[in-house]
């Protein structure tokens, strides 16, 4: 017996309760109300906009008109279906397919929605597909993702509050990963557990008004649960509430809904697509997709930084106790836009738009220990400034034992302003006090480049030296606008 079946029986056993214990529940359906927002519905829409252009730069969006004109109307009838007080016009909803082999589905704010084909593939009819997609439309039309910054304390909290949230969804990561990060993207979106319910009892309510059954969505996670890759369960499959809660709390919404005698089930675009992806070759993993991706880009151009991603080559490494001091004499080093000078016992190890230096002993498998990285931030942002939080805070969630002095001195690089910072922790690899200090300035192609210096805090007198030196060193030649 396999764990589908088990799962199947469990469902029929939780009905069965439901039907004895709820008999003919004729009440009002709950009542959903819009959380607080202090943000314009425009900023869901420029925040939307700006990162899905991230996601589908990163994700392997599935370019098959078939398969993304079949999501597209389930998608659209849908929306249509979204009670009145919570359509939004300035929102554009749309409906992407990723080609990864994860059950998984998400939506950023205003409605841009990818949905894996993975899960499309695990759904068992397109009542369970469609679940999934009203859920996390709901997240969409209930503006979430805003209404979560707003509950931010601090001012200067509720301005990066977004990009936390969303740095959760899109620059997440957990130990490390840098390029990982991004396709940890929807993956790491985590509301609160009053959001997570919002969107299963609005989800319920759309799928009934659009002709499914709302026990499709229940049915989908509880049948999915047990299969999910790589651990970490996807958004839509939140662990909080409990899924055996949640499982109970749509179908008990169900009860209260108006549901076609003859919901929408199969249907032949379903199958016609479920086919076509089944003929397909199987599609990458997550993982997969991210482990491709970085040796192919090295890294750099996809969000968060962190000094704990290692580039090619760098993972044969082994750590030392003592790291030889960085030689006084040095070399030249050019990149694309700028060059600049490294002592002459660091190693290089370039990536497509970053690369990494270290001295014998200072890298690993797990980043450096002792030296420097340097590359091209890629970002929608227009202000040094705000490329600069983004990308601190991309830092510190790649990398959690950092925290960050929130102390940014402005300066300039070769005539450039630019702003350094500093972050310390514990490095998980010494067990030593770690600091790296970051410096930032805008190239004219509108990406920000970046220098981090890494180091253990009690060698800084020397690693200060050696930093501020690389900085003199650096000669911008892109051109200046
Ligand atoms: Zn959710």
Redesign the pocket.
Known sequence: MNRKNIGKQLIVLTLAWILVVTPLAITAQTKISMPKNKYKVEDDVKIGREYSAKVENEFPILRDSESTNYIQDVGRRLVSSIPNEFQEPQFQYQFKIVNARDINAFALPAGYLYVNRGMIQAAKNEGEMAGVIA?EVS?AALRHGTAQATKQTSLKNQILGIGAILGGAILGGQAGAQLGAIFAAGYQLR?SRQY?TQ?DLLGARIMADAGYDPRDLANMFKTISGQSEGGRPP??L?SHPDPDKRFATINREAELLRVSPNPIKSTRGFVRIQEKFSSMPQAPTMAEIEKGAKGNTGGGDSGGGGNTTPSTGMENGTYARTVVLPSSRTRSYNASAVRFRVPENWKEFPGQSDVWFAPEGAYGKDGITHGALMGAYQTQQTTLERATEDYIKGILQGNAYLSSSNDYYRFTINGRTAYATKLSGRSPITGNTEYALVYTAMLSNGNMFYFVGVAPERESTSYNRTFNNIVQSIRFTDRTQ
């Open positions: 859920h997240h509301y997570e969107a958004e839509w939140s």
